[in-house]
């Protein structure tokens, strides 16, 4: 991962920045931040509010936005997308809401979302097609989408290459090796775990929904479970056990392996013979956004090329906007385990399907048993 | 205030030489001048703590039905927790877990009480806000220095391989029960000490003269006079940090591994990620119920001590 190192040179001081605030908000401890904090000038217009994970909430990203309204959005953090829909649910409003591809239906269904007119985003026909073109994203949108893609990834193992001792090819069996029962993390989050095993368990994800397949992912997350030294969403704090080699490898997404990359430690991002878990990511709208005309300058900001250099560069993450991928060349995009053609990584792995709420509901119960023991 | 100097007989002359019906109402009554001064009080906590713990108290009969609820008013979430056994397991292992950091916490602190009440006699105040200064930072900060402390690369696992003691880290050290149980009893000790302290110091010195001049050792003063005329704080100490730490899922969730998972973190994924409102208000009501049983027979076991002491 040499490529990836020539990168780092000039970033490392950001990043122990962002990992401790990161590490709160994976707890849920982060309310809105920005419209609280004391000293800053509150502008004559409200500024857009932005509810996404930790770490998305740095100027880099929404350059365009900070040059046409002098300040960065306001932003909401929540640890999963899920928390973050209970607390639109229960009343917080904000403009904008960072989910996966996936959650589209289900989200709906809240009734709490408009479609987006893309039409008002002027780097919108740089947006990579094959991102968005889903019959979820399009139907009933008016002619624009519910959700805006802005992040594609994998979620798959990290694991440190001086320390584990791979036989054969790379596969999800890292994490169920019981020769290093212990030094095994998790996320914690079932909507990637409960994907991922589902794979490791042989489960097509046509058949996710079945009893069958609940039994057989069950499990596979059972028998793994002695092996577990913590399940957490927090990466931050993955990323620190894998540095200090308290954890040999651990299930998380592009980011920590970049990140671990960038400050020499000594890891890779396997890419399972089964295939990983592939996502597309992006921002939806509030129905009652109450600064709509800004949201739309924060979503025009997030699929820049700017915005897009900084995402690949430095957290790892595909961006939607092709040209932003010119910035880099082949060999630091396969080390990033991106490519120019989205496609390529995403259809190599296993996408998600969406399921109705009662199988959340079904499989979220489930999981925490299974992270609590029974 | 004027009130409450006049005698009723003055004030009910007053009221016949034609002061106001009211007046004279709030001089007779000592009642309603209570109410009045604690209506503001009332009020706050019946918007604040009586309605939502009803609305939660009602929530829990319903059942969650995709994203809305269905107010059928049945028993159901509380029979899922009485018979799947990873709701008492949690909520069991919850209350123990809280036990033994109060106890813990109790047993340090007290000397430290002791200490500031019996043997500090000049600068007080400076020594009582020394003693509570780790306080004075936040909750979070306080358990991440734990991490810190406890951690695989921590302060306590370089320290003891430096010395050779061990080879290898220790790893029930982080993400286990223990780490738990000891960042709660640090977290929550100012809670234990403060109420212990003014016990001590509420003490009439004359009483241990007392029991020095009729021939009591220091160790017997203690155990005979000190320790019983403190319970009241140990008491209220052990209840002020007991209650909130059955219920903390923050410290479980920063430094507790797969074994050290609370009934608070489970609540918390019902009003989260599982969202199942209903089965959360179950579970907050039976947490409540919970601790309220095991308060009761704590104060039990104390009357029985005290009886029997007699």
Known sequence: MDAIKQLAARKRHALNRRAFVRSLMAVGLVPVMSSALPGKARASTRHATVFTWGGFDVPELYQDYVDAHGELPDFAIF???????????????????????GDIPRWRQTGLFQPIDTSRLSNWPDVIPGLWEEPHNLEDADGGVWLVPFDWGQTSITYRTDLYDLEGEESWDILWDERYAGRIGMLATGDDV???????????????HTDEAFEAISAVLREQRPLVRTYTDDTSSLNQALASGELVAAMTWNSSAVELTFEEVPVRFAQPKEGALTWVCGFMMHRDAPAPDRAYDVLNALISVSAGEFLMGDYGYGHVNIRAFDAFDDETLEALTLSRNPSDILDAGHRSIPQPPEWSARMNTTWERIMAGF | MRMAVTTPNETALAAGRGQSAPRWLLARHEGLRGLILLAPALVILGITVIVPFAMMGAMSFWTQVGFDYADDWSLRNYIEIASEPIYSTLLLRSLGMAMAATLLTVVLVYPMAYFLAFHVHRNKLLWL???TLPFWTSYLLRVF??????GFEGVINTGLMEIGLIAEPLKFLLYSRTAVVITLAHAWAAFALLPIYVSLEKIDRSVLEASADLGEGPVMRFFRVILPLSMPGVIAGTFLMFIPTVGDYVTAALVGGPDARMIGNLIQLQFGTINNWPMGAALAITMILAITVVGLMFLGLMLALKRWAR
Request: aromatic share 10%; proline share 6%.
């Open chain 1, 194 to 208: 409960w994907w991922c095993a589902a794979i490791k368990a042989g489960v097509p994800f046509e058949e996710i």
């Open chain 1, 79 to 101: 640890g999963a997308p899920e928390d973050g829909l209970t607390r639109l649910r229960s009343g917080f409003v904000t403009d904008l809401i960072h989910p996966c591809m």
């Open chain 2, 145 to 150: 220095a734990w991490r810190v402390v406890l």
């Open chain 2, 129 to 131: 806000i020394i003693i």
